[in-house]
């Protein structure tokens, strides 16, 4: 139980990077604008530390609940793929905490753009990469999974889900290839990574609520019920047998 509760805790840490951060860029009055600026800009601005706080903290409840999901990946008998990309993904989002991204020329307003870009941004941008392939690797390792499990119709959801992920980031770089500016603001980029969070949010607790929380049929089951104290004519046979 203590496995499927600690598994659990993945898919409300991915939800609540959703939200926090919509929340978050929604709410402020300085020019943030959802559908334009990816989520790792809300690291600036005078609420900066909120963005900060909130890529740090589920990625590391990810990280954790990837312990629990590898331990439950292997009680159902399915491979370790899942609980390895959960654990990349958290990894990413610590990582972006720790080195945040440049600001752009739109966000935050004021500040001061560095013409190249920094080593802190660097190892960013190299985060940033590496989670949009989690998130798609993570929906492909479930379908091979959910295969495993003889749940096919799933398995094809979660494969639809990893092309949806490939396929919205390959058409963010060619809208940004093709805009005047060649920018990724330009784009939409904002509204692009959001749509791949929101789909790795809607598999992974898809997935918890339908396989990871559910008993293997070798699983033992412990009765824990109060025993009832015997009757008095239980008490009576006993003594008489003695």
């Not at 940033?128 to 119709?153: F, K, N, P, S, Y």
């Not at 603001?185 to 997935?207: K, L, N, P, T």
């Amino acid at each position: 139980m203590s496995d499927v509760i600690g598994a659990g805790s993945g898919p409300v840490a991915w939800v609540a990077l959703v939200v926090v951060s919509t929340l978050d860029g929604a709410t402020r009055a300085d020019g943030y604008e959802l559908a334009r600026h990816w989520v790792s800009l809300l690291s600036h601005g005078d609420r900066g530390w909120v963005g900060t706080l909130n890529l740090a903290t589920c990625g590391a409840v990810l990280l954790l609940a990837s312990v629990a999901i590898h331990r439950r990946s292997r009680l159902l008998g399915t491979g370790p793929g899942v609980a390895a990309a959960v654990a990349v993904f958290a990894t990413t989002l610590v990582v972006a905490a720790a080195f945040p991204m440049d600001p752009t020329p739109s966000y935050p307003p004021g500040a001061v753009v560095p013409e190249l870009m920094s080593v802190p941004a660097r190892i960013h941008a190299v985060a940033g990469v590496l989670a949009v392939g989690a998130t798609a690797g993570m929906c492909l390792a479930g379908r091979a999974a959910l295969h495993q499990l003889g749940r096919d119709r799933a398995a094809r959801v979660s494969g639809w889900c990893a092309t949806a992920c490939a396929g919205m980031i390959s058409a963010c770089s060619v809208l940004a290839a093709l805009s005047p500016s060649r920018s990724w603001e330009a784009a939409g980029a904002g509204a692009f990574q959001r749509g791949v969070v929101v789909v790795g949010a809607a598999w992974i607790s898809w997935y918890w609520w339908s396989v990871l929380r559910t008993r293997p049929a070798d699983e033992p089951v412990v009765d824990v019920r109060p025993v009832a104290p015997p009757t008095r004519g239980a008490r009576d046979v006993v003594r008489g047998g003695r």
